[in-house]
């Protein structure tokens, strides 16, 4: 029987609770934002003990699904200061699948200033000193924890960003190489596990069975279709796995919606410096990886190795919203640069999107020069030395626009947008305003009918059916996340008439029961409207589901605007 | 004929409006909260061209009524994010009252970097250059423009803080020896002012008439009456004249309410190294003034000038609150170290209360230790300098919290706490969760009867009757702003059953109508309502008149919490 790990952070003590009637048939993101909602005052300081960080797998994470390793952790965000789930890959979450651990929740927060790690095995959970790690950025941090734990242990780490309670902190995981390259980055979550003064959290699985699964012969065909729609489609099966997400850097910036210097226009003017091609040409030359999974059994492979000129390792998970935000967003052209700047991000613990459109507000506030990739790089380093600029700039876009005196500030719900301008693609422009995560691409992503013509086609630039779009991509989108499957899959699934069909098969294969795609639906509805709940309870209002007024400049080359009132996007989540 | 003078910052372009008739009958925060509210929009960034500052003298201000020079400034403010209204003393008022200007719009804002001041004379309002002032505290600003405009010129002026725009900055006023003693000092008035490039407003009523006074007989008669009802009150005859504001430390003290050490407990073990006895005993040993006024016409003169241990001027306008926030708070203990930091506050232009509240916080955080004076000294100078730790510090309590990820922020609506323990005086602890002003004590000064007896008495420890006890003083108190008095004229009027009505017949004697009692009531309400509904338009909701959770603690030495619901608070102002 699956189970509740609870650890108080203050006492050092844990229970394992059975899951109850409420909370069964939940995971990942479903059962966080439920727990939270359920247990975290709404109004409550999210740097309190009264705030709580909880960890789920997802429904279908430890099984042999493909690209069923997704962790959802939530909480109320530092950042957002409204309900939070973020997720990556990693191995910790098919590894508490399988220890039959449905939610780890941390709880309280300790008075000293001692950290701890939790290392949590099949027969044992422990909470130990963290001496030897804190202080320490996430790189060394995991080569540590790996030299100890074992290879291939699943671990989740907080760099000194995390540490220093800074609002944009990540949490991120280990990768496949043991390397700090997937980040639980949005939201500040590496604060509130700063708060409670939890270094890292090491899970090893070792003698723990199967995932049991109730009719193995029924979820092995299932999951054979569901690979082999992946394999089948372009943009899982060729795009992401030749190029990572960077592919997109010159399809968005050729679609004219490429947001450069902070949001003034649509493409860049050095965008072949920055694009997937160029980063895979430069990773080819220096004996880099070009296609890794960020977690076992991926089948897209959207992550790789990036090597410097020399063909040492730099950094990896490189992404597309990445790359976008520390270059085109900054104008900053060099890739080593952005690379080196991804790579102090996983390193300190930080958002790599909030970081690089803060770096962007901190050039609009004349702190550095736009394009000065060097400046940059030195000014990141300040968030590893915990100075008092450093400290301005953890804390995020908004923050940092307002410790500058700065008005123009790409964020909702104090979150920066991501890659996508909302005047360009219309159909994601509604998600950041309306999703109750702050601004955030992957909550209902638009892009896809809008420009990549995947599930259909819909004008980004037109109101039309774009509201409508976002509703069933944040829907959708909730599901997939308790599911624990990659938001990637959504590409193939749109574009697959079977697709939706194929997941509830493995859900009912694995778990005994008899879903429809209709109860998919009802579970996104389900999710998203205990986030609303949450959020309301926290103070939020309509006001806070619209874009900052910056967005009603009009937008190279389309010369579009903003042009969503505030009541039309209220009917977005109105279900 | 009373005019608008509205004049566009980015352009250097003035017009004279004639008042509309909406308008007519209002001054001071009626009019600064009614022309907020009807032309800003409420969504729109603080420091964005679209916010306004809104300058208006008391509907008194400039007539020969006692203690009428309040100046009114509102705005949305960049550190509530809601509507703001504060006023200080000084010559402002009185002078554009006398050249028939009823309110100065300040509008746009500049795209370049370019400072300018507004000179508002007689016959011309010129827009000049302000690069002799520029990046100069207040202190040197206010030498410089009494030396090239004269004497007992009206100035208002920002510093260091309000040129960086930060979120604390305050628009000093010149006192009566031409020094920034007096502060429009909350909520950030000053950010906005520096966003709109403006260093100082000069105001010279040289050549104007007189106030013109409808009944002057029945007017000298009125104000007779007032002068000596003031001189009557042991609060304004004798405590406020001869110990200044500071009269309360001991008395505050005495009643378990003084915060200390940010809100732990209600007594400070050194509460005599910072009273109002020893303060008067410093100046008189040091040769300072123990007792002046904030502006011509003042028969309270609570102000001082306090000199150093070489009898060399240091700071004047030396509040309780003051010395509250920058002593007990931090547990500060020497007065000329925090008298020294008074006067960086007024020089570098930045709100005392927020800033000693945010020292404390610095010090929670762990950036000093507590009670250190040298070390907030140095601090403090971090902001005139302009380095990224200044402007962490000069962006208030919450902001400062919030870099150095402290949890314990004494703040409604992102404004710091004054002087008085919500849990020990529950009468103004509701108005600083209910003002839409954020934490402000003047809003509602429930001290009067919970703890100085007057106005009755009303068990500061207890929740009865202290809703409708800070409902009353809400409302009166928005018409004293309304009519530029003092907000201490109040001690008077609340122990003299004839005192509202002296305030009536001045106003009648003035314009020349027929006002009641109940119509200052329902001046009182409407400015309130006003106010709420910008407030409401902003996304403000009912979670925002509440105390932060750390007031859900026992505070010792009476061991009483903030035991207020939201929805009991929101009775408070339902009118």
């Given at each position: 029987m699956s189970k509740i790990l609870r650890i108080n952070t203050k006492k050092k003590t844990y229970t394992f609770e059975d899951v109850p009637e409420n909370l069964a048939g939940l995971g990942g993101r479903a059962l966080t934002s439920k727990i939270v909602l359920n247990e975290v005052p709404a109004t409550c300081h999210p740097l309190g003990k009264s705030n709580k960080l909880v960890i789920a797998p997802g429904l279908l994470s430890g099984s042999p699904a493909a690209n069923s390793g997704r962790l959802s952790v939530g909480a109320k965000s530092p950042l957002t200061k409204g309900i939070k789930e973020s997720n990556s890959g990693g191995f910790v979450s098919a590894k508490l699948a399988r220890l039959n651990i449905k939610a780890v929740i941390l709880e309280?927060?300790?008075?000293?200033n001692d950290y701890s790690i939790i290392v949590i095995k099949n027969d044992s959970v422990e909470i130990l000193s963290a001496n030897e790690y804190k202080g320490h950025g996430n790189y060394i941090v995991m080569e540590k924890l790996w030299a100890k734990y074992g290879e291939k242990t699943g671990v989740m780490s907080i760099g000194q960003a995390g540490e220093q309670c800074l609002k944009a902190a990540s949490i991120q995981q280990a990768d496949l190489n043991g390397r700090p390259g997937r980040a639980i980055g949005r939201g500040g979550l590496g604060a509130l596990m700063g708060s409670k003064k939890i270094k890292a959290i090491v899970v090893d699985d070792?003698?723990?069975g199967k995932v049991s699964i109730a009719d193995s012969e029924a979820f092995k065909k299932a999951n054979k279709r569901w690979v082999q729609m992946m394999k089948e489609h372009p943009v899982t099966g060729q795009g992401l796995p030749g190029l990572g997400t960077a592919v997109l850097v010159n399809v968005i910036n050729e679609?004219?919606?490429f947001p450069t210097k902070n949001f003034r226009?649509?493409?860049?003017?050095?965008?072949q410096d920055i694009s997937g091609e160029k980063m895979v040409e430069l990773i080819e030359k220096r004996g880099g990886v070009v296609s890794e999974g960020c977690h076992p059994g991926c089948v897209i492979k959207c992550s790789q190795v990036y090597n410097d000129k020399n063909g040492d390792y730099l950094t990896s998970g490189f992404e597309y919203e990445t790359i976008w935000a520390i270059g085109a967003h900054t104008t900053i052209k060099e890739l080593d640069d952005i690379a080196m700047l991804d790579r102090l991000c996983d390193d300190f613990g930080i958002d790599t999107i909030e970081t690089g459109v803060t770096i962007g507000i901190a050039m609009e506030g004349g702190l550095l020069n736009w394009g000065d990739g060097k400046a940059a790089i030195d000014l990141i380093q300040e968030i590893g030395k915990g100075t008092p600029l450093g400290k301005i700039i953890g804390n995020g876009a908004a923050f940092t626009g307002d410790a500058l005196g700065v008005d123009r500030i790409p964020v909702v719900k104090s979150q920066a947008l991501p890659?996508?301008?909302p005047r360009a693609v219309k159909g994601v422009g509604i998600t950041y305003a309306t999703t109750p995560m702050g601004a955030d691409h992957t909550a209902g992503y638009g892009v896809t009918a809008n420009i990549l013509g995947v599930g259909g086609q819909i004008d980004p630039l037109k109101k039309e059916g774009n509201i409508a779009l976002s509703q069933g991509l944040q829907i959708a989108t909730a599901a997939i996340d308790a599911a624990g499957l990659c938001l990637f899959v959504a590409?193939?699934?749109l574009d697959n008439e079977d697709g939706v069909q194929i997941i509830v098969d493995m859900l009912n294969a694995q778990y005994g029961i008899s879903l429809t795609p209709e109860d998919v639906i009802t579970l996104g509805k389900s999710i998203?409207?205990?986030?609303?709940?949450?959020?309301?309870k926290a103070g939020f209002t309509k006001l806070d589901d619209q874009l900052p007024e910056?967005?009603?400049e009009s937008f190279p080359p389309h010369n579009t605007t903003w042009d969503f009132s505030t009541d039309e996007l209220q009917e977005v989540l109105n279900f």
């Open positions: 309280d927060k300790p008075e000293d070792k003698g723990a679609a004219g919606a226009t649509g493409r860049f003017d050095h965008v890659a996508y301008d590409f193939a699934v998203l409207n205990d986030e609303k709940e949450f959020n309301k910056m967005f009603n």
